[in-house]
């Protein structure tokens, strides 16, 4: 099993047929809450279980560095949207108010 960011977007691009899509959603780094864990000096929450440690994701990423990441490799980021309640709030500033991120992304031709 890989762990490499690169690796993964590399084999994606790979085995997606020309412009196909697919979906990635990722932990957002930037959510309110993590930013207040930083300041405080403690890690990014990305998990709800409180009786449980947080290895579940190995990459944290803000909205603009993995759109940055996909476009890299040759991915077009169609839309980035999010999961969560208060969707036309979140709306507003995502990067800041949503905990989740949502991308779709085509393989470019």
Request: positive net charge; hydrophobic residues 40%.
């Amino acid at each position: 099993m890989f762990f490499s960011v690169e690796h993964q977007l590399q084999e994606t691009y790979r085995i997606l047929k020309s412009g196909g899509y697919f979906f990635l959603e990722v932990p957002n780094v930037a959510f309110l809450p993590n930013r207040l864990r930083l300041f405080f000096g403690k890690t990014p929450v990305t998990w709800d279980r409180t009786d449980a440690r947080d290895d579940n994701h190995l990459h944290y990423f803000t909205k603009n560095d993995l759109k940055k990441y996909l476009e890299k490799f040759w991915f077009e980021v169609v839309k980035i949207t999010w999961s969560g309640i208060f969707a036309r709030l979140r709306e507003r500033r995502p990067s800041l108010l949503c905990g989740d991120l949502v991308f779709i992304c085509k393989k470019i031709i």
